[in-house]
């Protein structure tokens, strides 16, 4: 892609004024509605929420270095899965590439000035730290130990934990979502270029449109669902009670309403960055377009009638439980379709193994991992063996962080030159994306044959014959840490030392590369016209199309 | 904020992140109907949990259904009604570039209204609830007629006050609303050109009524008692 008076405004010097240099002062960010200001806060904020989250994870995994527990009483232990899957869903993964990448991108690869909404924009990332210094607040004044999933009577009844606080936390974290979903689907609609119909439109913005879809059918359910759970726990008059006729499982389906789809608000974004960073590396085309773009919205629709596989042994219907089988299965063919794609892409491509490159190939093999066995859990048979194990754990993981933060640090590294103007050391860009994904397997292959052999999840301790399994485990967690380490050092580190990027460092097509490093304030120096399709790169340097 | 080159003179309200008007108008209609998708989805969890429970408990339903003074339910129905006409009218004014004190004038009859939705709401039937000791939480009794059925009675009113509630919630931001509009209209923010904010704050309005209108019969009228 390219404008048509691209001649018209090369890109002017580094030393420019750009958004990051055009006031200082900590009110010229508090106040801003950049909507590059407003993702870098978001890249900030969710930064620190993932190091919480990470610790939590790290000393659960020393934990279960011994058989009866290394570290921890039984009671903070369930304290720290809670506090380690209510930040990282909550208040990282759903935020993390839609209000960081996607606030920076979305406007500039549609040619637009900003979002259309800038004010909204910057009142969600209030609403975003208002609700997480909540859920903080009910952490540090004694936590939650429920798990992520809420579920009544563990979060009502029995619950002597600060329930209210962590859940009013993530009721108010959701309207932000809800506000960034509503912002990027009028953005989409409204603001793109002259000349960017639909079909021009870069895959990440399809994906992103998927996912802010979920983000405004499913978040407002699972809103009024923990807002009814903190009134039951507030005014000790039931809805999920069934000392007074309610029902719990009516929690669980209204919780999975949403919270299934939120699997595919972490996953969605990651595919379309890998489907950018894929093309550009690949020099190529993206193959089958239109499968692609259609996959995100197919994704997007079916995950919304999936929600009962969570609840297969839980005592819904068996005829439920049959739909809702068939229904998951379903999901696998879009998911397939963007694999196959990406892999026919490749095919006689130029490729080059920059770092971000070697952060999408890691996604598809882990996606494809975590995607395959996710076929053993929607199978009923299966699934009443493996729930409730570390297959599931191992399983998520695959998706969630093989998947969705293998695509976000891809995306990271790939448009951290274009966000702050500066290059990264790539050999180290490309060590950590190594150890990432040798400590990432470590972790989490394991876990698989624990869950298999009936190893169940959420407990302190666990018999002694699987020490050696969750000692590999452990050992893999040490790993990942450190390569999550890694680009924190070298990323800051390149703020100040890193070599100017200039405009297009990859040499990659998208509207985003023709414009200065960092961006000026208004993204372009002159209007936008699109008169070409995505990923053009016949014709560039070392392309066989 | 932007550097390109300038659109002329800006017309009032004009967002600099726009092409023109009516990119603006079309964005901020958009956004609204995006917002109450969300805002079906979030009174659309409540509703279903009712309407589950009340297959569930039916019985328990009907006899709390018959709690309800139709009579509250019904004038404040009249009263939202009227204020929505209102409220179109406000907007029609303001289309059409009637003074601004007829806008005004149609306004604050909304606002009216939507007051006086909430005093009756408030003063006189929760109240009465709070009296005959049907608020859930606050000096909730069974009644020896329910027998065995209290719990899932109490449940009922408890969807009631969480429902009601919700929409009264709304009622409040939705009179916030109409103040600024008012003060807007005040210092001549508005023309036949530019009233997006007026046509978009009708519609969040509409929609608080038409989600009463579903109250209503859910709540009040289906205890088939007529």
Redesign the interface.
């Known amino acids: 892609m390219s404008t048509a008076n691209a001649g018209a405004h090369d890109a002017p010097p580094e030393s420019g004024v750009n958004y990051l240099n055009a006031n200082y002062g900590i009110r010229s960010w508090l106040l801003t509605t950049d909507h590059k200001r407003i993702g870098l806060m978001y890249l900030v904020s969710i930064t620190v929420m993932f190091a919480l989250g990470g610790m939590a994870a790290v000393l659960m995994r020393l934990h279960l270095i011994e058989p009866q527990g290394a570290l921890v009483e039984p009671e903070t232990y369930n304290k720290l899965f809670s506090i380690h899957g209510i930040i990282m869903v909550f208040f990282f993964l759903v935020p993390s590439i839609p209000a960081t990448l996607g606030n920076f991108l979305i406007p500039m690869m549609i040619g637009?000035?900003?979002?259309?909404?800038?004010k909204l924009n910057l009142l969600s990332w209030y609403v975003f730290i208002t609700g997480a210094l909540l859920a903080l607040f009910g952490i540090v004044s004694g936590g939650v130990d429920t798990g992520w999933t809420f579920y009544p009577p563990y979060s009502s009844l029995y619950s002597q934990t600060h329930v209210v606080p962590v859940a009013l936390g993530v009721f108010i974290a959701g309207f932000s979502s809800?506000l960034t979903?509503?912002?990027f689907?009028?953005t989409i609609?409204?603001?793109r270029a002259p000349g960017m119909t639909w079909f021009r439109l870069p895959l990440f913005i399809w994906a992103l449109y998927g996912t802010s879809l979920i983000f405004?059918?499913?978040?407002?359910?699972i809103?009024?669902?923990v807002f009814?759970l903190a009134?039951e726990r507030l005014?000790?008059?039931?809805?999920f009670d069934p000392?007074?006729?309610?029902?719990p499982l009516?929690f669980q389906h209204?919780f999975w309403?949403y919270s299934h789809p939120a699997v595919y608000i972490m996953i969605l974004p990651s595919m379309g960055v890998v489907s950018e960073l894929i093309t550009a590396f690949s020099r190529k085309r993206i193959f089958g377009y239109t499968f692609v773009a259609f996959s995100s919205m197919g994704i997007a629709v079916i995950s919304f009638v999936v929600w009962g596989h969570h609840m297969f042994v839980t005592g819904q219907s068996i005829y439920a439980g049959l739909v809702f089988s068939v229904l998951s299965f379903l999901v696998a063919i879009p998911s397939a379709i963007k694999v196959f794609n990406w892999t026919a892409t490749l095919y006689k491509g130029s490729i080059s193994y920059q770092a971000p490159m070697l952060y999408a190939l890691g996604f598809i093999g882990l996606f494809t991992m975590g995607g395959l066995t996710g076929l053993f859990l929607a199978a009923l048979a299966t699934d009443v063996h493996l729930n409730g194990t570390y297959f599931i754990v191992a399983h998520f993981h695959y998706i969630m962080v093989g998947g969705a933060l293998m695509g976000y640090l891809g995306g990271i590294h790939f448009w951290w030159p274009k966000m702050t103007g500066r290059l990264y050391p790539d050999y180290w860009a490309r060590v950590a994306a190594v150890v990432i994904f040798i400590g990432f397997n470590l972790t989490f292959f394991p876990q698989f044959v624990l869950g298999y052999l009936g190893m169940p999840r959420r407990y302190a301790v666990y018999p002694a014959e699987f020490q050696v399994l969750n000692v590999m485990s452990s050992a893999g967690a040490s790993v990942l840490a450190v390569g999550y380490a890694i680009p924190l050092v070298y990323l800051i580190w390149s703020l100040r030392y890193g070599k100017p990027a200039g405009p297009n460092p990859w040499g990659a097509k998208g509207l985003e590369w023709t414009t200065a490093s960092p961006p000026?304030?208004?993204n372009f120096?002159?209007?936008v016209v699109v008169t070409e399709g995505a990923y053009n790169y016949a014709g560039t340097e070392g392309s066989h199309d | 904020?932007?550097?390109?080159?300038a659109h002329g003179a800006h017309p009032p309200g004009f967002?600099?992140?726009?092409e023109n008007m009516q990119?603006q108008r079309?964005?901020s209609s958009?956004?609204m109907w995006?917002?109450l998708?969300?805002?079906i989805?979030?009174?659309?969890?409540?509703f279903?949990?009712y309407i589950?429970?009340r297959l569930?408990?039916y019985e328990?339903f009907v006899t709390g259904s018959h709690l309800l003074e139709v009579k509250f339910g019904a004038t404040n129905t009249y009263v939202l009604i009227a204020s929505s006409l209102t409220m179109a009218l406000a907007i029609r004014s303001a289309q059409t570039g009637k003074r601004k004190g007829q806008i005004i004038f149609w306004l604050i009859l909304t606002m009216f209204f939507g007051a006086l939705f909430l005093g009756l709401k408030f003063t006189f039937e929760w109240r009465h609830d709070y009296i005959e000791h049907i608020m859930?939480?606050f000096g909730f009794q069974y009644r020896p007629e329910w027998g065995s059925l209290g719990?899932?009675v109490?449940?009922f009113m408890?969807?009631y006050f969480?429902m009601t509630g919700l929409h009264a919630l709304h009622m409040i931001v939705g009179l916030g609303i109409l103040t600024v509009l008012v003060i807007m209209t005040a210092r001549n923010k508005f023309s036949p050109e530019y009233y997006a904010p007026l046509e978009i704050s009708g519609l969040y309005w509409h929609f608080v009524d038409i989600v009463w209108i579903f109250l209503f019969a859910l709540l009040y009228l289906i205890g088939g008692r007529y």
């Not at chain 1, 405004?216 to 359910?221: A, H, S, W």
């Not at chain 2, 904020?1 to 080159?5: Q, R, S, V």
């Open positions: 637009a000035r900003d979002v259309a909404f800038p809800i979903g509503l912002n689907i009028v609609h409204k603001m405004v059918l499913g978040t407002p359910v809103a009024i669902t009814l009134l005014l000790h008059v039931g809805i000392a007074v006729g309610g029902d009516l209204m309403f000026p304030t208004s120096l002159a209007p | 904020m932007t550097d390109l080159p967002a600099h992140q726009f990119q079309e964005a958009l956004g995006v917002f998708v969300t805002e989805l979030f009174f659309g969890g409540m279903t949990a589950v429970y569930l408990h328990s859930p939480g719990p899932e109490q449940m408890c969807f969480f």
